[in-house]
């Protein structure tokens, strides 16, 4: 590994933009995948064998926006790539046809150039509504990259900051990392630097490095979109850290969920070693490091440090009390490190860049960037990255372009099943360690779901409820019979048989789980019921002494009427209607039998929305304002 | 006592585990130390070879690693992704990510239960269909999301789910 191989991984990259073939990049990291990018590349690929067209096909991850996949981005020789958004199997052929074959771009079916100025009419397409309001740090290659190519890496300066690293003593790279503020990605915001430096004073001779790379979370994403856009940047993070703690062994643990993770982080491992980038005397420095590659298997608890390395020992994945903490105990009871995949994306960032550069993105306490993944009730899905500081408020309606079908904003969740709900009051909220925990909710590791007029907030705590009961490992009784209870309180209620004692019976089981529970996962178990109770007391009060969901969400306490007013017999409601409940002539207005209806909603779903003859209804007869 | 249990193992397995068996376990247990710490990577390499953890390969694997068939069943039963049984013919997996759940998972996963008259975690009698559900597959842009056999994709409704159960009862059985 020398300056040579920089030197002509840039000039593949500048051969790949100088094409004188077409080159079609295709976004086909999972996200992609599930929206059908696959079958886009099939028809592409048909497509142009049936033509004789030689052009080539770039495969590439996420650049973020979900909600455009499947994304195609067509280079035609001397200009810059121009995006396709929303691709369809059907499309694909005709791209080829008029695009690639026909030498010129269909302007108003694309979105925008990936170039530095407009063309041909066409915005810039990191100035889209959606983009333009990032800062696109640790995310910057994702998207843009064929993520198995390791020379693609090296030429957007890939490496650059083990380079770096290894020219300085470990001690002045633990410096550099303390200086950038980095804290840790995962949730807890522990200081990186600090956190190094502990393990890296530990006594003993072998040392360990672990990347959690088990994104749990649901509704987080943010992890993946990482890895597979650009694994090589989480991998040199590890190189980085193991050089600066002195550990010559590392694990990436992989979640089970993400098998496109774990075939490009295996590829990602035989290129580094092949060039010297893992393996014995690392860069000439006479540095040894290896990185061996671990699968979780579905328990959501392996995110909590000890539990993650009994798991990576092979064991059942359950937390053990701390101390010792794992920078003096960790695996097989040697000093370990574990950070999370986008603290070890940012690493080589910092060292690129130098710790007091980085320091200038975000704000005092919390610096740099964040990554996010934006669902729920959301227009624009998909994962994006914003300075830590960033209002709430702009990620939600500025780049998320505020909520989907006309309905009203309620509440933005972070953190996961340890997080809490941010109601449209506190909207303003910028993001940072503090700020959030201070609102009750946490940063996490970056899941952001928006919930709008139809979400109920005691059926999202009792999901989440549902979620922490079911992956608590049992260990500690607070968590294992604690989260049980609390659940089947939050059951009652959002079956309308919730008594007024049952808010001060969560409340103590809250504070008891909280203060009691042995790890993470239990004490963290009751935000999702605090920040409810705390922002949301009036639902529970409707579900407990009303009988009434106001979000007419609870089954139990909602039924679907159709109104007959509206209803014109269009007949579209009664054929779908799998239990068959509805009952009608084709143009007389249908009426549902409530003792057949299982309420799955598809009737509302299917009604003409020029009708909307279809309404929610609580039990008392109050209609959702649609 | 013990002696006479391992005795009746071991004729159990010759009688049961078939040569085919035994060959794919044995290239799987070549790849690994024979070693305690190996034990989950070990049990995600049978599971993705046989689809299932049977009573035979864990037998065996006891034998292979010196360690007791009740310490294997302890860290596989902690863990959500095994199967102790033939996994069905088409799996239906419906996502109750946040994500997904907000967007109405819970009525996708009632309609393939109701559909097919089974609850999660079940398998119809012909062994066809299965239905589970999963806490986020990481896609949740797409949301709600269904995985169907090993395919992972979004946008599905009640109604999509109902034909998709169909196309899965017509074909070939």
Redesign the interface.
């Known amino acids: 590994m020398n300056e040579a191989a920089w030197s002509g991984a840039k000039e593949t990259w500048k051969a790949l933009k100088d094409s004188e073939r077409p080159v079609i990049y295709l976004g086909v990291a ?2 992609g ?4 990018a696959l079958a886009v590349k099939g028809a592409i690929q048909s497509q142009l064998k049936s033509r004789s067209i030689d052009a080539r096909i770039v495969d590439v991850g996420c650049i973020g926006p ?2 455009m ?1 499947p994304l195609v981005y067509i280079q035609l020789p001397g200009g810059p790539p121009v995006v396709y958004a929303n691709v369809t199997v059907a499309e694909a052929s005709r791209l080829v046809d008029e695009v690639i074959d026909g030498g010129a771009h269909i302007t108003e079916r694309a979105i925008g150039v990936l170039a530095d100025a407009p063309m041909w009419g066409l915005p810039r397409f990191f100035d889209h509504p959606m983009l333009a309001p990032q800062v696109r740090l640790v995310l910057r290659n994702c998207g843009l990259i064929d993520p198995t190519s390791i020379e693609h890496y090296l030429a957007m300066d890939g490496y650059l900051g083990l380079k770096n690293a290894l020219a300085k003593t470990p001690e002045q790279v633990i410096e550099e990392v303390a200086a950038s503020g980095l804290r840790g990605r995962g949730g807890a915001g522990f200081s990186t630097g600090m956190k190094w430096k502990l393990c890296r004073d530990a006594p003993g001779d072998v040392k360990y490095l672990i990347c959690n790379a088990d ?7 943010v992890n ?1 979109t990482l890895l597979e856009g650009d694994p090589h940047a989480v991998l040199e993070g590890m190189v980085i850290a193991a050089y600066a703690i002195g550990a010559s062994l590392g694990f990436i643990y992989i ?4 098998p496109l993770v774990r075939e490009y982080i295996h590829k990602a491992t035989l290129d580094m070693r092949r060039i010297g980038l893992l393996g014995d005397n690392i860069m000439d420095s006479g540095f040894d490091f290896d990185i061996q590659i ?2 979780g ?4 608890v392996c995110g909590e440090e000890t539990a993650l390395m009994a ?1 990576v ?6 937390p053990k009390p701390r101390p010792p903490f794992p920078a003096t105990s960790g695996l097989w009871g040697k000093p370990t490190n574990i950070n999370n995949t986008e603290t070890m994306g940012t690493v080589p960032l910092v060292l690129r860049m130098g710790g007091a550069s980085y320091a200038k993105y975000g704000i005092k306490g919390s610096s740099g960037t964040k990554t996010f ?5 959301v227009r624009n ?3 994006i990255e914003v300075p830590m500081g960033t209002p709430l408020r702009n990620i939600v309606f500025d780049i998320g372009g505020g909520v989907a079908k006309g309905k009203s904003f309620k509440a933005v ?1 972070t953190g ?1 099943p340890s997080g809490g709900c941010v109601p449209s009051s506190l909207i303003d909220t910028g993001v940072d360690y503090e700020k959030l925990t201070n609102l009750g909710a946490i940063m996490g590791s970056g ?1 952001l ?1 928006v ?1 709008d007029e139809d ?1 109920c907030m005691v059926d ?1 705590a009792r ?2 409820l549902s ?1 922490t009961q ?2 608590s ?1 049992g260990k500690c009784v607070p968590c294992r019979i604690g989260t049980k209870r609390m659940l089947e309180i939050l059951e009652r209620i959002t079956q309308g048989e919730g008594d007024v004692d049952d808010i001060l019976r969560l409340e103590g089981l809250c504070e008891t789980i909280n203060k009691g529970s042995l790890c993470g996962l239990g004490q963290t178990a009751p935000n999702p019921i605090l920040t409810t109770l705390r922002y949301f007391r009036n639902e529970y009060d409707a579900h407990i002494i009303e009988k009434r969901c106001p979000a007419r969400t609870c089954k139990a306490l909602m039924r679907f009427e159709i109104l007959a007013e509206k209803c014109t017999g269009c007949d579209d409601c009664r054929g ?1 209607c ?2 068959g409940a509805i009952s009608g002539e084709p143009g007389i207005p249908h009426a549902i039998d409530q003792s057949k209806c ?1 309420k ?3 009737c509302q ?2 009604c003409p929305p020029k009708n909307s003859a279809v309404a929610r209804m609580d039990n008392v007869d109050r209609e959702a304002d649609q | 006592m013990k002696h006479a249990h391992q005795n009746q193992c071991l004729d159990r397995t010759e009688r049961n585990c078939s040569e085919d068996t035994a060959k794919k376990l044995s290239t799987i247990f070549l790849k690994y130390r024979k070693d305690k710490d190996d034990l989950l990577s070990i049990l995600q390499d049978i599971q993705d070879e046989f689809g299932y953890l049977s009573e035979e390969a864990i037998h065996l694997l006891s034998k292979e690693i010196r360690i007791s068939e009740n310490e294997i069943y302890g860290v596989a039963t902690f863990y959500a992704i095994f199967r102790f049984e033939k996994p069905a013919e088409h799996r239906i997996t419906v996502c109750m990510g946040t994500a997904c759940y907000v967007n109405g998972a819970d009525k996708i996963l009632d309609e393939a239960e109701q559909k097919l008259g089974i609850k999660t975690g079940q398998t119809t009698e012909d062994g066809k269909i299965s239905i589970g559900h999963v806490f986020c597959n990481g896609c949740c842009g797409h949301a709600p999301v269904v995985v169907v056999d090993n395919e992972v994709s979004g946008g599905w409704t009640p109604t999509k789910l109902d034909k998709t159960i169909d196309k899965l009862k017509e074909g070939s059985p």
């Open positions: 999972s996200c995948r599930a929206a059908g979900c909600f996949e994104e749990g979370n649901p509704g987080t994403f993946r979640r089970h969920e993400y671990r699968t298997a579905l328990a959501f798991s020992m092979g064991h059942r994945g359950m993944s934006l669902g729920g009730k899905t998909g994962c969740q996961g899941g779901i919930m979400t999202m999901y989440f979620f079911d992956e490992c779908i799998a239990p299982t799955c909603g598809v779903d299917v």
